[in-house]
């Protein structure tokens, strides 16, 4: 499934990046783009050369987040609540042995 004028740039699968709005022919979602390019401060041209997709892949993924910004901000919300949530019960074994009294 294509969307809308963005369609030769992003794209919606079922079953590929989780049915999440994707850069076309890629598995680098939409919420990939808006987190590096809005929350990290990489510029449009770093994406590009790190993952191999072009400007206007890029710019069409921004567009689309413009477009449908309150959905994919939450989905970014509930990824940040998961990823918080699994820290907290899986505790790693090197802060484990960090937070521990040493008995030496």
């Given at each position: 499934m294509?969307?809308?004028?963005l ?15 994707r ?9 990939n783009?808006?987190i ?8 449009a ?23 449908h ?9 509930e990824s ?8 907290k019960?899986?505790?790693?074994i ?11």
């Amino acid at each position: 499934m294509t969307v809308g004028n963005l369609a030769e740039h992003i794209e919606i699968t079922p079953g590929i990046a989780g049915g999440k709005p994707r850069i076309a022919g890629h598995r680098i979602t939409v919420q990939n783009i808006v987190i590096w390019h809005e929350h990290l401060g990489r510029g449009a041209d770093e994406i590009c050369a790190e993952y191999d997709v072009t400007l206007a892949d890029v710019y069409a993924a921004l567009a689309y987040y413009f477009d449908h910004r309150d959905e994919i901000d939450r989905s970014i919300k509930e990824s940040e609540t998961f990823v918080e949530t699994m820290r907290k019960r899986n505790v790693s074994i090197l802060e484990q042995k960090l937070t521990s009294p040493r008995s030496d």
